[in-house]
């Protein structure tokens, strides 16, 4: 199947730094979320980005389909932006749901 | 409506009790999950409904068991577990590919 990984796992910033994040696929993927899990365990949806770039806020998204990876960055960073990151593969069978392994993100004062 | 949601938030239960967790969404979506949650991993998909057609993977054990009553909720009924499935439990759905989580139910086994 489908090999994800997400780099750098941990990554520790001094507020209002700004950060990028990857994920690397080893097969090419339909489709592509990224997620963000804050502290209490809710996963909040940012992006849906199979390929192209899109932007919210300070957190924009660039997915490259055909190098099979995607970033995510955050600019202007904030104490409420910890959490982990998680990039997946969505789909509706079990075969098909893929999640990345995550990225462990502390913002701190 | 954007919202999935789970109850209860928190469940502390015996390896001979039965109980349910329970997931509900308003915004016409006809996919929805479950995945199961261990500390410091990513989530790991349960089961799928899809237009009401359940997809298993096959790895998780006969004593959760999923239902679906409607293309508005989603059941799990748990059953005779195990200390090791002590985990959030995350309920989802989508319309597309986009998919939008709950805030998932801490499950305790004793």
């Known amino acids: 199947g489908i090999q994800v990984e997400q780099s750098p796992p941990d990554l520790i910033l001094q507020e209002g730094a700004n950060s990028t994040l990857r994920c690397n696929f080893s097969d090419s993927v339909n489709n592509l979320q990224w997620f963000h899990q804050n502290p209490w365990g809710q996963l909040i949806n940012l992006f849906y980005?199979?390929?192209g770039t899109k932007q919210n806020g300070r957190l924009s998204a660039t997915t490259v389909a055909t190098e099979r990876y995607s970033l995510l960055y955050i600019s202007s960073s904030q104490t409420t932006d910890s959490g982990v990151y998680f990039c997946?593969?969505?789909?509706?069978?079990?075969?098909?749901?893929?999640f990345g392994p995550g990225t462990s993100l502390s913002v701190i004062p | 409506d954007t919202e999935v949601t789970q109850t209860p938030k928190h469940l502390v239960m015996g390896m001979t009790n039965k109980k349910s967790l329970k997931c509900e969404q308003h915004m016409g979506h006809r996919a929805m999950y479950w995945y199961k949650q261990k500390a410091k991993k990513p989530p790991e998909l349960m089961f799928v409904?899809?237009?009401?057609?359940?997809?298993i993977n096959e790895s998780v054990p006969s004593r959760f068991s999923p239902e679906c009553p409607n293309s508005s909720l989603l059941n799990l009924h748990l059953h005779a577990l195990q200390p090791e499935d002590s985990a959030l439990y995350l309920c989802?759905?989508?319309?597309?590919?986009?998919?939008?989580f709950g805030p998932g139910t801490r499950l305790t086994v004793l």
């Open positions: 997946a593969q969505p789909g509706t069978s079990y075969d098909k749901v893929i």
């Open positions: 989802a759905s989508s319309l597309s590919d986009t998919q939008y």
């Open positions: 409904y899809s237009y009401e057609k359940l997809s």
């Open positions: 980005i199979p390929s």
